[in-house]
């Protein structure tokens, strides 16, 4: 079984910065893409970004674009989201994926086979 533990969540304040962590461990790789989602309260997981493992092709939904960025370490087995210029609205749970196929830009959550705990973010006004 692949394992993810997300870090790095945090309270902030509105335009500031964090850096959210996601260890990958478990088993015999078998991850094409690595996604983040988030799941503000009452509602269901959405897309914020996605990467693929091995080319590090990178997608991000538009309300992030230009503000956060996706990356990996692969020989580390770790994912990151760095995220600046936070607004409230970003408030939300974060989660890591991870999908063995990859299609419509690592956007549709049934992609995913592993998901992570999830981290807490919370932006203040």
């Known amino acids: 079984q692949v394992q993810l533990v997300e870090s790095g969540g945090g309270l902030v304040q509105a335009g500031g910065s964090l850096r959210l962590s996601c260890a990958r461990s478990g088993g015999t790789f078998s991850t094409y893409v690595m996604g983040w989602f988030l799941q503000a309260p009452g509602k269901g997981r959405e897309f914020v970004s996605s990467?693929?493992?091995?080319?590090?092709?990178?997608n991000y939904a538009d309300s992030v674009k230009g503000r956060f960025t996706i990356s990996r370490d692969n020989a580390k087995n770790m994912v990151y989201l760095q995220m600046n210029s936070l607004r409230p609205e970003d408030t939300a749970v974060y989660y890591c994926?991870?999908?063995?196929?990859?299609?419509?830009?690592?956007?549709?959550?049934?992609?995913?086979?592993?998901w992570g705990q999830g981290t807490q973010v919370t932006v203040s006004s």
């Open positions: 990467i693929t493992w091995i080319a590090g092709t990178a």
């Open positions: 994926a991870s999908a063995p196929q990859y299609y419509s830009g690592g956007s549709f959550p049934d992609l995913y086979t592993y």
